[in-house]
C-alpha cells in the first residue's frame, strides 16, 4: 500500500489565486513528520513546509500553510497568492518515527502546479 | 541556510563506464547522507542510506554492488555507478542531515542527470 498518495498529476491556477495540493498519508507510527518540497525544472528539491504528527497547530510559512487533518490523515499544502514562479513540481513526503532517529523520507509521486497569467 | 553541493550536475558516459557522484555539505558536518534516484515525471526513491565511517544501508531492490556508496568523511559522500547501462539513466539526488537536527532542516543537492549511451 502506497504510504503517500497525491492524487493530482496536475493543476492550474490563476495568477494571485489560492491553490489546494492535496496529500493523504498511511502509517502506524504516532511519530512522524509531514513535508513539502517544490521541484522546479532544474531539479533542485526546495523545502518549502513542515508538519509534525504532534503539532497541535497547523504550520506555515510566508504564503504556504498546511492543512493537517490528523484524523484523515491528510497533509494538504495550500499556497496563497500564486506566483508565476510557482509553476513546478511538488511533491508531499512523510518521516516515520521521532526526528532524531530517522531521517528517510517516503515521497508521493507529486503533482504538477501551472500558474496561469 | 545550510547548502548541499552535488556535482557533476550532467554527465553522460558510455555504457560500462563507471561514474562517481559527489554528495558534499558545505557548511555543516552531516553524518547521515541520503542517495535518491528519480526517473522521468517520477517520484523520488530511496536507494540507500549513507553513514560517515559505516557501510551504506540500502534499501530493497537496490544492488550494493553496482552503486557504491562511501560516506568516508563529515561532509563527503560519493556514489559510484559501475559499469553503467543506459537503465541506469536517471536523475540521482542527495540529501544531508544533522544529527541532533529535526527533519525540517534536512537539505538536498541540486541532483545530476546521468545519460549512459
Known amino acids: 500500500a502506497q504510504k503517500i498518495t497525491q492524487t493530482q498529476p496536475g493543476m492550474f491556477v490563476q495568477e494571485k489565486e489560492a491553490v489546494t495540493l492535496d496529500c493523504t498519508y498511511d502509517?502506524?507510527?504516532?511519530?512522524?513528520?509531514l513535508f513539502w518540497y517544490k521541484q522546479p525544472s532544474s531539479g533542485e528539491m526546495i523545502f518549502l513546509i513542515y508538519?509534525?504528527?504532534?503539532?497541535?497547530q497547523n504550520a506555515t510559512e510566508g504564503r504556504y500553510s498546511l492543512n493537517f487533518q490528523k484524523a484523515r490523515k491528510s497533509a494538504n499544502l495550500v499556497i496563497s497568492a500564486s506566483q508565476l514562479g510557482d509553476s513546478a513540481m511538488y511533491f508531499c513526503?512523510?518521516?516515520?518515527?521521532?526526528?532524531?532517529?530517522?531521517?528517510?523520507?517516503?515521497f508521493g509521486s507529486g503533482t504538477r502546479l501551472l500558474v496561469r497569467p | 541556510g545550510a547548502v548541499v553541493s552535488q556535482h557533476p550536475s550532467r554527465v553522460i558516459c558510455k555504457s560500462g563506464t563507471s561514474v562517481k557522484i559527489e554528495c558534499r555539505s558545505l557548511?555543516?558536518?552531516?553524518?547521515?547522507m541520503f542517495w535518491y534516484r528519480q526517473f522521468p515525471k517520477q517520484s523520488l526513491m530511496l536507494m540507500a542510506t549513507?553513514?560517515?565511517?559505516?557501510?551504506?544501508?540500502?534499501e530493497q531492490g537496490v544492488e550494493k554492488d553496482k552503486f557504491l556508496i562511501n560516506h568516508a568523511s563529515l561532509t563527503l559522500s560519493t556514489l559510484t555507478v559501475t559499469s553503467a547501462h543506459p537503465e541506469d539513466s536517471s536523475f540521482y539526488i542527495c540529501?544531508?542531515?544533522?544529527?541532533?537536527?529535526?527533519?525540517?532542516?534536512?537539505?538536498f543537492g541540486s541532483g545530476t542527470q546521468l545519460s549512459v549511451l
Open positions: 513526503a512523510m518521516r516515520e518515527g521521532p526526528g532524531d532517529s530517522s531521517y528517510k523520507l517516503i
Open positions: 540529501s544531508a542531515a544533522v544529527g541532533g537536527v529535526t527533519n525540517e532542516k534536512l537539505f
Open positions: 508538519q509534525g504528527s504532534y503539532d497541535q
Open positions: 549513507s553513514n560517515e565511517g559505516s557501510k551504506a544501508t540500502y
Open positions: 557548511d555543516f558536518q552531516a553524518t547521515t
Open positions: 502509517t502506524s507510527d504516532p511519530s512522524y513528520g
